[in-house]
């Protein structure tokens, strides 16, 4: 990864620590009121259930966001290929379905999840076209061939 690369993915890291722990602050962003604001906005369409499901579980939702932005926060920091990868995909899963969730009421969320998504996408294209990419042919004899 180089320089500027990998600034970037320390950068989008520590926001993603930060806007995990900030989920612990109503004060900061009311996930109970982003859930009830959405469970409204969505009332009737194809994904009332499972937002109005969301909304009946506020604390559950904000441990598992909160636990799933710092863990992936801290991948991207530690810089393991592996971890690194599998926490972009990851986030990349949870912003689509954060927007598909609150876009009819946080219609703003589109601008900063598609910095994020942005982000993302492109970190996992030059970590998929770095020379780390290829992996090694197994070594020793195949099974076929004993």
Do not use: C
Request: charged residues 15%.
């Amino acid at each position: 990864m180089t320089g500027r690369n990998l600034i970037l993915q320390r950068v989008v890291g520590a926001l993603y620590i930060l806007a995990g722990i900030g989920k612990f602050f109503p004060q900061l962003e009311s996930v109970e009121g982003r859930l009830d604001d959405a469970s409204e906005a969505n009332d009737g369409t194809v994904i009332s259930g499972p937002v109005d499901w969301l909304d009946r579980h506020p604390t559950g939702v904000m441990w598992f966001v909160a636990v799933a932005m710092v863990a992936a926060g801290l991948a991207l920091l530690w810089n393991r290929r592996g971890l690194v990868i599998a926490a972009l995909y990851g986030q990349l899963l949870m912003l689509v379905l954060f927007v598909v969730i609150l876009v009819s009421s946080v219609p703003e969320i589109l601008v900063m999840d598609a910095a994020f998504f942005a982000a993302a996408i492109y970190l996992l294209y030059r970590y998929h076209a770095s020379p780390g990419a290829r992996t090694a042919a197994p070594s020793g004899p195949t099974p076929e061939g004993r």
